[in-house]
């Protein structure tokens, strides 16, 4: 049986930026405690970097803004980023993200995925 994990400060979003290349994109840190319900990431998007349109069929995500700004498309039009937005973005839906001139860092947290597993193919 795995132990329950312990609660406590996992990550300083100082410590992160400063310890990471101004130009790295990608994610800068990762929940991966043992035993989790939930998957979060702390993602930069470099000054005019974006993530495609792209729909999550299973998992509502919630959307943090934590510094710089940019944009979220969605079938319901744009929204502008910047520091403290909170975006939801429910499963099904389209979704894109561009980063502004000072680039774009963001929380993004959802319900932890299940483990791949095999399936039978659907009837033909």
């Given at each position: 049986?795995?132990p329950?994990?312990?609660?406590g400060?996992?990550?300083r979003?100082?410590d992160?930026?400063?310890?990471?290349?101004?130009?790295?994109?990608?994610?800068?840190?990762?929940?991966?405690e043992?035993?989790?319900q939930?998957?979060?990431?702390?993602?930069?998007?470099?000054?005019?970097?974006e993530v495609?349109?792209?729909?999550?069929?299973?998992?509502d995500?919630?959307?943090?803004?934590?510094?710089?700004?940019?944009?979220?498309?969605?079938?319901g039009?744009?929204q502008?980023?910047?520091?403290?937005?909170?975006?939801?973005?429910?499963?099904?839906?389209?979704?894109?993200?561009a980063?502004?001139?000072?680039?774009?860092?963001?929380?993004?947290?959802?319900?932890?995925?299940?483990?791949?597993a095999?399936?039978?193919?659907?009837?033909g």
């Open positions: 049986m795995t329950d994990p312990a609660p400060v996992l990550s979003l100082d992160l930026l400063r310890q990471t290349p101004d130009d790295r994109g990608g994610a800068l840190w990762r929940l991966q043992e035993g989790r939930l998957d979060a990431n702390v993602v930069r998007l470099p000054a005019g970097a495609p349109a792209h729909v999550e069929p299973d998992l995500v919630l959307l943090q803004v934590l510094g710089g700004s940019g944009r979220l498309d969605t079938d039009g744009r502008e980023l910047s520091a403290g937005c909170t975006a939801w973005l429910p499963h099904g839906a389209r979704r894109a993200l980063a502004g001139g000072d680039g774009l860092v963001y929380l993004t947290v959802h319900r932890r995925r299940p483990g791949l095999v399936r039978p193919a659907p009837p």
